[in-house]
């Protein structure tokens, strides 16, 4: 599995690195820019990312903004819904207008509040169909 992890804390994306390893290859950005530039050399490639894990609050372009430019990548190409990468959100912030926006208006896969333990995880990786536990 092509996994990428867009985190700004330095600290966390290493965090998530080390979890996600076990289950495929990742790649990591420090912020929404790398991360749209990641993803559009890898759709361009033909080798989409089946998962991204994606901090909502980074200076600059923030999670919501890029999770809506890369459902609008897939789109101009054709990928359907059930072919689109798996997005989860990650975020310091339980806020219930966050959870909206990134559902109902971003199109993401899933929602995590940091910090991020390895079952709560597994267990969203289960859910999306990505992994088998």
Not at 78 to 104: F, H, N, R, W
Not at 113 to 127: A, G
């Amino acid at each position: 599995m092509r996994i990428l992890i867009v985190e700004d804390d330095y600290t966390s994306m290493k965090l998530m690195q080390k979890l996600l390893s076990a289950y495929g290859d990742t790649t990591t950005a420090s912020n929404g820019e790398e991360a749209l530039e990641c993803v559009r050399l890898a759709l361009e490639e033909e080798k989409p990312y089946e998962l991204i894990c994606l901090d909502i609050m980074m200076p600059g372009i923030d999670g919501h903004q890029v999770l809506k430019s890369i459902r609008a990548m897939e789109k101009v190409r054709g990928i359907t819904p059930k072919d689109e990468a798996k997005i989860i959100m990650t975020t310091a912030l339980d806020s219930p207008k966050d959870v909206i926006e990134a559902y109902y208006q971003g199109g993401c896969s899933s929602y995590l509040v940091k910090p991020i333990e390895k079952q709560q995880l597994v267990d969203k990786l289960d859910e999306l169909g990505l992994i088998n536990t």
